[in-house]
């Protein structure tokens, strides 16, 4: 079973970048579709992007298409989330996911997870 740990949360201002990590344990790791979600405060939690298995396909949430992007490396256990031209909105936690499976195009809903990690804060100042 993979259990993923976060890394690289913090504080940024409008227009900058972040990168968050996610280290996964277990042997299945290259052959498991990674996802991130986050949570603002007072709000569900939400889709940001999702990878498959081989890095073959990505899909993202309309509101990080062109600023996030996902990326893994299968020899490290390591998905990340490159955060380019942050905004204030993109304030929440930021929780990476072990997919159940991935369907290329669509947004991964929160049925589809079947483990979280603990959780990153990303704060974005105006």
């Known amino acids: 079973q993979v259990q993923p740990v976060e890394s690289g949360g913090g504080l940024a201002q409008a227009g900058g970048s972040l990168k968050l990590s996610c280290a996964a344990s277990?042997?299945?790791?290259?052959?498991?579709?990674m996802g991130w979600f986050r949570q603002a405060p007072g709000k569900e939690r939400e889709f940001v992007a999702a990878?498959?298995?081989?890095?073959?396909?990505?899909s993202y949430a309309d509101s990080v298409k062109g600023r996030f992007t996902i990326s893994r490396d299968d020899a490290k256990n390591t998905v990340y989330l490159q955060m380019n031209n942050l905004k204030p909105a993109d304030t929440a936690d930021y929780y990476c996911?072990?997919?159940?499976?991935?369907?290329?195009?669509?947004?991964?809903?929160?049925?589809?997870?079947?483990?979280w990690g603990q959780g990153t804060q990303v704060t974005v100042s105006s």
């Open positions: 996911a072990v997919l159940r499976y991935y369907i290329a195009g669509q947004a991964m809903t929160i049925s589809g997870v079947s483990s």
């Open positions: 277990g042997r299945t790791f290259s052959s498991t579709p």
């Open positions: 990878i498959s298995w081989s890095s073959s396909s990505t």
